[in-house]
């Protein structure tokens, strides 16, 4: 079974911090994805990497930046967080193609304050 | 431009009865991939089934079947004999040339004991 592990299920951080999103994925993917999930947004894609030290801006990039230094793992930071990014956030990973279905982690629940 | 269009925001089922979600997507590549997930209450994004635009038969998985027509370009999911646990919000989501994934806006089924 493919794992996604996202490090923190629930985060809680102050305004103008900077904060480390962690993803770890066991399935040697070269795909891998942050979403942030907003009722009534839906999923916005906020980076995505096809490989590693790739990066590609996703929907809504601005406020984050990515890391991926080894394959099996993409960091989201958020450089000073503020309250408009309280949010669920969302690691995924797949492979390459149109068939490849991404996996999820089960989400950080960050709260800025 | 592609598009993912779910119309039912939400639905009520009874239990034990079937559902289907509906889906039609919008898109001018010529190879597609078509997925359904399923979001619980508890936030982890599960992946349900998948369809390729090439695949002569519908996706089939359990209780879980695609029902693809794609000169109508829709993509709806059957769920056979409902249970408490399929109450979820379902999302259908397009992967195309550019291998990100479309999401449409999901739909809240609720099963009624």
């Known amino acids: 079974d493919v794992k996604v592990t996202q490090s923190s299920r629930y985060l809680v951080k102050r305004t103008g911090e900077k904060v480390f999103l962690e993803c770890v994925q066991d399935?040697?993917?070269?795909?891998m994805f942050w979403y942030r999930q907003d009722p009534g947004l839906g999923l916005r894609l906020i980076y995505f990497?096809?490989?590693?030290?790739?990066?590609e801006k996703g929907d809504i990039p601005e406020g984050y930046s990515v890391s991926r230094e080894k394959k099996e793992r993409f960091s989201l930071i958020l450089e000073s967080a503020s309250t408009n990014q309280t949010s669920m956030y969302l690691c995924?990973?797949?492979?390459?193609?149109?068939?490849?279905?991404?996996?999820f982690g089960n989400g950080t629940r960050l709260t800025v304050t | 431009a592609q598009k993912i269009t779910q119309t039912q925001p939400g639905m009520f089922v009874q239990e034990k009865e079937a559902v289907t979600l509906d889906c039609t997507y919008d898109?001018?590549?010529?190879?597609?991939?078509l997925f359904w997930y399923k979001q619980p209450s508890s936030g982890e994004m599960i992946f349900l089934i998948y369809?390729?635009?090439?695949d002569q038969q519908n996706a089939t998985e359990g209780r879980y079947s695609l029902n693809f027509q794609k000169a109508r370009k829709s993509a709806n999911l059957v769920i056979s004999a409902s249970q408490l646990g399929d109450s979820a919000m379902y999302f259908c989501?397009?992967?195309?040339?550019?291998?990100?994934?479309?999401w449409g806006a999901g739909t809240k089924l609720i099963i009624k004991p």
């Open positions: 990497s096809y490989d590693v030290k790739m990066k």
């Open positions: 989501a397009m992967r195309g040339s550019n291998y990100q994934l479309i």
């Open positions: 369809q390729g635009s090439y």
């Open positions: 898109t001018s590549d010529p190879s597609y991939g």
């Open positions: 399935m040697d993917h070269e795909n």
């Open positions: 995924a990973s797949s492979f390459e193609g149109v068939n490849s279905p991404l996996h």
